[in-house]
Structures are given as structure tokens and as C-alpha cells.
């Protein structure tokens, strides 16, 4: 089985520019009760993913399906033509394939930039390194839940403001990783990110 893939990232990445899921359907969060989820991959406040625990089996088995699917898969001599937010499978740089959408051909026709849309990241690859995604891999819904904490703000500083590497809300979240929290939904932005307060634990603060 695969492991879960827990990780933080560096800030680099701007805090409004969540991709769009126009292809393949986000998994959903209940907007009435409390929700139990686990921290996939946090980038700041604003921008981090969660997955619910309960459906990691079924993510890990899927996964092992489209593994198959991809050693299996025959290249032809024509050319694909590929799109913006076409979905796709993409090989990662550790050589495991996983969905994406493309969010970006860039000018050289040699890479590609694309959102790996059950993990939360995005990265440059070989366009060499995707290939078409058949419906019966679009149809589920992706693993990563878009969320930004509701109504935060960085330590002595505004909804403007920065989030600074020593922000302590970073610690917070880094204790937090391999933990299970609670997790309120508060407002939906765009159909695409969940506005949410996260239960932290005092003795991870």
C-alpha cells in the first residue's frame, strides 16, 4: 500500500492562484457538521490541502490501479495535442504517475507546468511525462481539499500582509501534519477552496 504523503512546501507560490478543477470533481467537505481531516500539504494560512482520513484506503488502491494502467499504456507515433487544464496523468520526478491538470505549455514545447490534482502541488515536467487520462481516472474525486483558514491574519499584520517564515501559525501546522483535526467549514470561495477553523490542540501551539 502507499504511504500517505505528508509534506510542507516553501512560500513561494501566490496565495490567489488555487487551480481551477474543471475536469475532475473535488472531493467534498460537509458543510454542516464537523469534519475529520488530516493535513495533506500546506503552503501558508491561505493556501493548504487536507484529505479526509476515512478515504485514504480507497486513494491508495486507486492509485495502484493507475500505476497498472500507465506500465500498460502503448505509445503511438502521432503526436498529442494537449490543453489548459486538460486533465491528464503525469509522471512525477520520483517516476510515480499521478492525475493532473496541465496549467500551462510552455513556449519551448519541452516542458510542461501541471497540478498534480490528488496531492495539492504543482511542478514543471517533461512533456514526455504525460499522457492522456481516460474517464474511468477522471471520475473520482480528487484526493487534495483546497483550504484557507477563515478569517486569519499574519502576526501584527493584515489580510495584505505577508506571511512570514517565523510566523508562529507555521509551527502550528508543521505539529499538526501527522494528526488528525477538526475542521469547520465556514464559507466556499468559487466552488473551488473551503474557507475553514481548524481545531489545533494546545499542546501543539
Avoid at 481551477?20 to 467534498?28: A, D, R, V
Avoid at 503511438?76 to 520526478?93: E, G, I, K, L, R
Wanted: hydrophobic content about 35%.
Amino acid at each position: 500500500m502507499m504511504t500517505e504523503r505528508n509534506q510542507t512546501h516553501q512560500l513561494s507560490l501566490q496565495d490567489s492562484d488555487m487551480p481551477l478543477h474543471k475536469f475532475i470533481p473535488l472531493e467534498k467537505l460537509d458543510i454542516v457538521q464537523l469534519n475529520q481531516v488530516r493535513i495533506l500539504y500546506y503552503q501558508t494560512p491561505r493556501r493548504f490541502y487536507v484529505y479526509l482520513p476515512n478515504k485514504i484506503d480507497t486513494h491508495a488502491q486507486f492509485q495502484i490501479e493507475l500505476q497498472r494502467s500507465m506500465q500498460n499504456y502503448k505509445l503511438t507515433t502521432a503526436s498529442t495535442q494537449y490543453v489548459h487544464h486538460q486533465p491528464v496523468a503525469a509522471q512525477d520526478n520520483h517516476a510515480i504517475w499521478h492525475r493532473a491538470t496541465i496549467l500551462d505549455l510552455n513556449a519551448n514545447g519541452i516542458d510542461v507546468c501541471v497540478y498534480f490534482v490528488d496531492v495539492g502541488q504543482q511542478e514543471n515536467i517533461p512533456i514526455t511525462n504525460i499522457r492522456p487520462l481516460s474517464q474511468e481516472f477522471i471520475r473520482q474525486p480528487a484526493f487534495a481539499i483546497p483550504c484557507r483558514l477563515y478569517k486569519i491574519c499574519p502576526l501584527n499584520g493584515d489580510e495584505r500582509s505577508s506571511w512570514k517564515l517565523n510566523d508562529p501559525v507555521h509551527h502550528a501546522f508543521n505539529q499538526l501534519m501527522a494528526n488528525n483535526a477538526n475542521c469547520k467549514v465556514c464559507d466556499r470561495k468559487e466552488q473551488i477552496c473551503y474557507d475553514v477553523e481548524i481545531d489545533i490542540p494546545s499542546k501543539f501551539l
